[in-house]
């Protein structure tokens, strides 16, 4: 659904006063004064910022605790441990992926997100019971937020027989990526984990996502079979890694070669600006003329109980993580959670010119550092034209 829209007085990008009319779903102008047809609703604002929609591109939709009761977290300190006490936790539980699915995607809207990438788990023990829920909320809601999803083997690919069959009727289910975790420190089978998921990749024509908590020798020996399939399968360009940590680590001769492969290869990297893991310096990155998006990762969840579903509160994070004090460095925190994370998604006409998808909030404050600092509430937000969320309250409410 489109729509048409005239906002007065804001501030687009945090530039000049401007008035911005949107005509069938799309920015169709944008000047000191603009006149608009009859019958087009109005906004009338103050000189708030108007900023591009948040885009959260790593999150797990189908885990969130969010309207549950508050759950006790006893997980062990490993990855392991805590996948372990997830899939227990969910059987006890019976947790619901299209209700939960749903109950953040509300909150992610109602704070200003227009675009998710969601990673959904595929197992043995639930089957692809997430996968319908998942794709049940991303069909009710998708006049509000753009949702693409990924296949995700959170218990094991190799290791796990089954799964991959599994993971085979998920993409032809609709799941937009194929994901991946930790070939080695999961699987034990890098090869064989890889080999799958780039098979899947090529069989659907799908993009490759994967987590890659793996550190130092470890990761890097897994990217450089991750660069390998991505050269021999033609696949520049349709490649992620989310969380990439070895990227993080301290050895330049580690690190350098690696850069230069995703840049070369154009392989996009997912931050969540993490507190206890190293993390790529994300100056680093955008240096490197590499894509690079963000994400939440879990909201409220089994693994750990933080998080609101906001993005700005994750630029936030990002920008303490990256030690981004100055303005103009958090402006970039907020980038990557912008456009990086759309340039990920691929999302063809996201931005604030003219001929732009209007998919857009509006909040106040004098500038981007003050917005990520400060996080007011989402005063309006915008989906294709349509106002969506009005004073951090969704247009419509999740169960
Ligand atoms: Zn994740």
């Known amino acids: 659904m489109s729509a048409n829209l005239l906002i007065r007085g804001g501030r687009p990008g945090g530039g000049p006063v401007r008035d911005l009319l949107v005509q069938d779903g799309r920015i169709a102008a944008i000047d000191e004064s603009v006149e608009a047809s009859t019958g087009t609703p109005v906004e009338m604002l103050a000189g708030e910022l108007i900023l591009a929609g948040l885009v959260d591109a790593h999150t797990h939709l189908d885990k969130t605790l969010l309207g549950m009761p508050w759950h006790e977290n006893t997980a062990g ?10 899939r227990r936790m969910r059987r006890e539980w019976g947790m619901d992926a299209g209700r939960q699915s749903a109950r953040q995607v509300a909150q992610s809207i109602a704070q200003g997100t227009t675009h998710i990438l969601s990673h959904v788990d595929i197992d043995t023990d639930n089957g692809l019971a997430g996968l319908e829920g998942m794709l049940a909320t991303r069909e009710a809601w998708k006049d509000l937020v753009d949702i693409q999803l990924a296949a995700f083997p959170q218990s094991g690919l190799m290791s796990r027989p089954g799964t991959l069959a599994l993971m085979d009727t998920a993409m032809a289910m609709g799941c937009d990526w194929v994901g991946g975790l930790d070939p080695y420190a999961i699987d034990r089978d890098p090869k064989g984990h890889l080999d799958a998921i780039f098979g899947l990749a090529e069989k659907y024509g799908r993009p490759v996502d994967i987590h ?18 991505t050269r021999a399968l033609g ?12 990227l993080g680590s301290e050895r330049e001769q580690i690190v350098r070669p690696l850069l230069d492969a995703l840049a070369e290869l154009d392989i996009a990297v997912i931050t969540t600006g993490p507190s206890g893991w190293t993390a790529p310096s994300v100056r680093q990155l955008l240096e490197t003329d590499i894509r690079v998006g963000a994400g939440n990762d879990g909201v409220q969840d089994t693994w750990k109980h ?14 303490l993580r990256n030690r981004f004090c100055r303005d103009d460095e958090v402006a970039l925190a907020l980038e990557i959670c912008t456009y990086g994370g759309a340039a990920v998604m691929r999302s063809a006409g996201y931005g604030l010119d003219v001929g732009c998808v209007a998919d857009l909030f509006v909040v106040a404050a004098t500038g981007i550092a003050e917005a990520v600092a400060r996080r007011p509430v989402r005063k309006l937000v915008v989906k294709r034209g349509r106002i969506v969320s009005r004073e951090g309250k969704c247009v419509r409410q999740a169960c």
């Not at 890659?212 to 399939?229: C, N, V």
């Not at 520049?236 to 969380?243: E, K």
């Open 306 to 319: 933080y998080g609101d579903a906001d993005m700005l509160e994750r630029a936030m994070f990002i920008g």
């Open 235 to 246: 696949m520049a360009g349709q490649v992620t890694i989310s969380h990439a940590f070895c």
């Open 212 to 229: 890659l908590h793996e550190p130092e020798e470890m990761g890097a020996l897994t990217l450089s079979l991750i660069f390998e399939r």
């Open 77 to 86: 300190p490993t990855l392991l441990d805590k996948i372990e006490h997830e």
